[in-house]
Antibody
């Protein structure tokens, strides 16, 4: 069974950057993606972007372009994301999830989820 | 990006009821739609993918239908443990947008 384990919660000041990591285990192939989703307190799910771990191709939501970077290291099965120029609006739970792929085709966008990382932005 | 609109935003129903949630896409997405269930304080869970394929382990009282721009998630014989927020997400495009969510409460 695939498991995703995320790094711990963070408290950041406005204007700072934050990195969240996501370590995958239990998978048998490197043909998958990692997607990032955030959820502000009491709000819905917001898709941020995803990275194809095998090819390194990335796709980001328009809202996050220029502010958000994803990376993935096949050798350690670890993906990371960095969010820059933080404001209080970025206070949220950040989730990584595995994108199930067949070739380049997305089969399920978020089939296994990490436990979430709470990022709090406060002065 | 493709916009996904869910309705209603919330509903209240009784145990044993049949409940339907709708998700509309701003453009055709074939059957590239997934439904998630999220209980308070928990991580979302896949219920249905490819619009109508039940994920392994999900009770058969959950069903999905639709193609193109209009999709439905049906909960038959509503149970107390179905109290949750339900989200749709499209994956026709590489930009994987969510619907706004539907909160289901049990009367």
């Amino acid at each position: 069974q695939v498991q995703l384990v995320q790094s711990g919660g963070e408290v950041k000041k406005p204007g700072a950057s934050v990195q969240v990591s996501c370590a995958a285990s239990g998978h048998t192939s490197d043909n998958y993606g990692i997607t990032w989703v955030r959820q502000a307190p009491g709000q819905g799910l917001e898709w941020m972007g995803w990275i194809n771990v095998k090819t390194g191709n990335t796709f980001s939501a328009q809202n996050f372009q220029g502010k958000f970077t994803m990376t993935a290291d096949k050798s350690t099965s670890t993906a990371s994301m960095e969010l820059r120029s933080l404001t209080s609006d970025d206070t949220a739970m950040y989730y990584c999830a595995r994108v199930a792929l067949i070739g380049d085709l997305v089969v399920i966008p978020a089939v296994n989820w990490g436990q979430g990382t709470l990022v709090t932005v406060s002065s | 990006d493709i916009e996904m609109t869910q309705s209603p935003s919330s509903l209240s129903a009784s145990v044993g009821d049949r409940v339907t949630i709708t998700c509309r896409a701003s453009q055709g997405i074939s059957n590239y739609l997934v439904w998630y269930q999220q209980k308070p304080g928990k991580v979302p869970k896949v219920l249905i993918y490819a619009a109508s394929t039940l994920q392994s382990g999900v009770p058969s009282r959950f069903s999905g239908s639709g193609s193109g721009t209009e999709f439905t998630l049906t909960l038959s014989n509503l149970q107390p443990e179905d109290a949750a927020t339900y989200y749709c997400q499209q994956y026709n495009s590489a930009f994987l947008t969510f619907g706004g969510g539907t909160k289901v409460e049990i009367k």
